[in-house]
Each structure stands twice: as structure tokens, then as C-alpha cells.
């Protein structure tokens, strides 16, 4: 039976030559997986906006599936940011690329949140209306609710307005709670979004780094997992082998229960989504 499901790696765009480096090497240990593709991310305000293409490039010239994010630069009244994101659409489409993540982003620190005054709706509107139906789009999808959303609802009605806007597809934020994605399936369901929504996996690899980054962008670790990560965190074997069963077995649960495959943030690490993705058989 061929596979519908759709599995992928995210990377995040060098900012280094050296994490150039590093980046082909995990690049080339994941490929021959075969995932259906490689995301490139696209830093707040176009930070990487040059490392975000040339690595897209780069990838796409070795014959691989490359999916760029993207995301307007700057506050919507600079009118600039539409024509950069026009530009990257026209690139994109002549080097073959016919899919992309479409995101809001985040202000580069130090901004505030002044400079946000667009969504990512808007900018699954403009590429429809600059590109029609060439791009393939995806959206970010919370099952925890974003960290700046007053509700559950309110976040629901701005995830359908996106997809109601052209998406055709939604990968989520990362979570350690089975049961946050299939209750968000369920009210999507409800409200009558029914395109695939892809669980993200962020494998569990250390304490500090996941602490922090999870109260940033609003994905809870259960105090279980957070009590284990602890006690194991000068130990990195104990916390590798922990992580690695922890989130096999959410994967397996995940995949069992229907979702339409996992799209992993690898942080430009091969071996722990790899050994995920070996211990799921996949
Ligand atoms: P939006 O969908 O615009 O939502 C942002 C907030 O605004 C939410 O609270 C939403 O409820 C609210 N909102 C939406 N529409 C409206 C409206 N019409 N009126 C009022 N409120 C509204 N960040 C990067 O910088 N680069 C990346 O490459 C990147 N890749 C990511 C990939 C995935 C799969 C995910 C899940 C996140 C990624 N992020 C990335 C992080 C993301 O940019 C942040 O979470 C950002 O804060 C929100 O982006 P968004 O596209 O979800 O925004």
C-alpha cells in the first residue's frame, strides 16, 4: 500500500558557515530515509532571508524535496515586505519549489510586538493572489493555543481563517501531550477544517535548552517528563534513552490514532529523529 502519510525534517537556516557544514552532514544521514521533504525556516524579520535560499537552493540542487518557510520581513506598513516576498515567490517557483510553510514569524528581539501588525492569513492571501495554485501551503497549527491568543476559540477562528485564506495543509507546535492534538483535531473537525494537520516533534535531547524554548512558545512538558529530564540531566545517556522512548511512544500513539504523519524539528541534529524514526519502524 503506498504511503499517504507524509513524514519530514525541519531545518533551521545556517547562520554560520560552519552550521553550513553541519547541516549538509545531517542532511545527508536523513536523506536516505527518504522523507517526503526538508523544511528550511525563515528567521524573524528575514534574518536568515539569504541563509533561508541558499541552503532551499543548495538542497534543491541535490535532487531533494525542499519546503522554504516564509514569512513577511517588518510591520505592515512597510509596503517593501511585499515586494521581498514577491521576489522570494517569483525565485522560489523558477527553481521548482511547489511548497512552502507560510508564517507570521516572530519579531526579531529587541522590536517588540509593535512590528506585528500582519498575520500569517494575510500572507497565504498574497500568494495566492501572486502565485494561484502553484505552492502547496502550509500553516502552524497550536493544539496548546499560541502563547499571545486569549482563548481556545479565538485561536481556532485564526487557524480557520488561514486555511480559509488558501491553506491547504498544517504542520503543529511541538507538544509532549498526545491528548492536546486529537482534542484539537476534534474541534477542528467541529468547525469544518478537515485538511491534514501533521504533528511537529521535538525530540527530548536535554533539560535547559527544552525549558526554556517550550515557556517561549507556549508548549507545556507534563511535570512527569519534566521531573525525569531533571533528574537525568547530567547524565546525557539516561536522558537520551528517556527522550527517545517518551517520544516514540507519543509518535506511535499519534500515528495509531490517525495523524497524518509527524514532521520533526531536528534543530540540525540527525541522530535523534533518527532513532525515533527507526524505533517506530518507519
Ligand atoms: P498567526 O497564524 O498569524 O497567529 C499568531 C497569533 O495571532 C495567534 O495568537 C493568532 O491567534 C493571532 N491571530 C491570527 N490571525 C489573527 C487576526 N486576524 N486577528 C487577531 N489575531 C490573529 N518562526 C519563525 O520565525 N521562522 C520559522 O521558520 C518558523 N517556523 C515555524 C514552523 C511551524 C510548523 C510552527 C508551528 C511555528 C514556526 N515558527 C517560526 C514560529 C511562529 O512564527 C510563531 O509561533 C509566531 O508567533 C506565529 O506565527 P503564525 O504563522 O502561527 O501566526
Excluded at 500500500?1 to 557544514?21: D, G, L, N
Excluded at 477544517?193 to 536535554?206: A, E, F, Q
Amino acid at each position: 500500500m503506498p504511503e499517504s502519510r507524509s513524514f519530514s525534517f525541519e531545518f533551521s537556516a545556517p547562520r554560520t558557515v560552519s552550521a553550513q557544514e553541519k547541516l549538509r552532514r545531517t542532511h545527508s544521514r536523513l536523506n536516505e530515509l527518504s522523507p517526503h521533504y526538508f523544511s528550511v525556516t525563515y528567521g524573524a524579520g528575514g534574518t536568515t532571508r539569504d541563509g533561508t535560499k541558499q541552503t532551499v537552493l543548495e538542497l534543491l540542487r541535490l535532487g531533494t524535496p525542499v519546503v522554504p518557510h516564509i514569512s513577511f520581513d517588518g510591520d505592515a506598513i512597510n509596503q517593501g515586505k511585499e515586494d521581498a516576498v514577491r521576489d522570494m515567490l517569483t525565485e522560489y517557483q523558477a527553481a521548482g519549489v511547489t511548497r512552502l510553510v507560510a508564517l507570521r514569524g516572530d519579531s526579531p528581539s529587541g522590536t517588540g510586538p509593535s512590528s506585528q501588525l500582519t498575520h500569517a492569513s494575510d500572507l497565504v492571501e498574497f500568494i495566492r493572489r501572486v502565485s494561484g495554485n502553484h505552492f502547496h501551503i502550509d500553516v502552524a497549527a497550536y493544539p496548546e493555543m499560541h502563547p499571545e491568543s486569549s482563548s481556545v476559540d479565538t485561536d481556532l477562528t485564526h487557524f480557520k481563517r488561514k486555511i480559509d485564506a488558501g491553506a491547504d495543509s498544517a504542520i503543529t507546535q511541538y507538544f509532549y501531550n498526545a491528548d492536546a492534538y486529537f482534542r484539537f483535531i476534534d474541534a477542528c473537525h467541529k468547525r469544518g477544517i478537515d485538511v491534514p494537520i501533521v504533528p511537529g516533534i521535538m525530540p527530548l535531547t536535554n533539560y535547559k535548552g527544552i525549558v526554556r524554548f517550550s515557556a517561549l512558545c507556549g508548549a507545556e512538558i507534563p511535570r512527569w517528563i519534566e521531573k525525569h529530564l531533571i533528574t537525568y540531566q547530567h547524565d546525557p545517556e539516561q536522558l537520551k534513552t528517556f527522550g527517545l522512548e517518551v517520544v516514540t511512544s507519543m509518535c506511535q500513539r499519534l500515528l495509531d490514532g490517525g495523524a497524518p504523519g509527524l514532521h520533526f524539528y531536528t534543530l540540525n541534529q540527525a541522530l535523534p529523529s533518527l532513532g525515533i524514526w527507526k524505533a517506530l519502524g518507519l
